[in-house]
């Protein structure tokens, strides 16, 4: 199994990022998608979720309206759009694959957001 997070890099505070997380080794479209992320100090915090079937999406209060989830099932791959954003949102990115009580993790991408 293997979930690979792309996409993080430096942007300046108003900017936008997409993320990017290709997963294999496990049967994509029966997996519920998330998007996580961790600061120094702070906890791992969901920031999106995507269901198996794509249609019902759910999102952190802190970024609704700004970022944007979805899944593409033929390319085994799901995204994280980032519009609008802001220094707060500086942190590592994980990818996350879960069904029932079986979690997936990625390695994680920083996204780092300073002028």
């Known amino acids: 199994v293997q979930l690979v997070e792309s996409g993080g890099g430096l942007v300046q505070p108003g900017g936008s990022l997409r993320l990017s997380c290709a997963a294999s080794?496990?049967?994509?479209?029966?997996?519920?998608m998330r998007w996580y992320r961790q600061s120094p100090g702070k906890e791992r915090e969901l920031v999106a979720t995507?269901?198996?079937?794509?249609?019902?999406?759910n999102y952190a209060d802190a970024v609704k309206g700004r970022f944007t989830i979805a899944r593409d099932n033929a390319k085994n791959t799901v995204y994280l759009q980032m519009n609008s954003l802001k220094p707060e949102d500086t942190a590592v990115y994980y990818c996350?694959?879960?069904?029932?009580?079986?979690?997936?993790w990625g390695q994680g991408t920083q996204v780092t957001v300073s002028s």
């Open positions: 996350n694959a879960w069904r029932w009580s079986v979690n997936y």
């Open positions: 995507v269901f198996s079937g794509g249609g019902d999406t």
């Open positions: 080794g496990f049967t994509f479209s029966s997996y519920g």
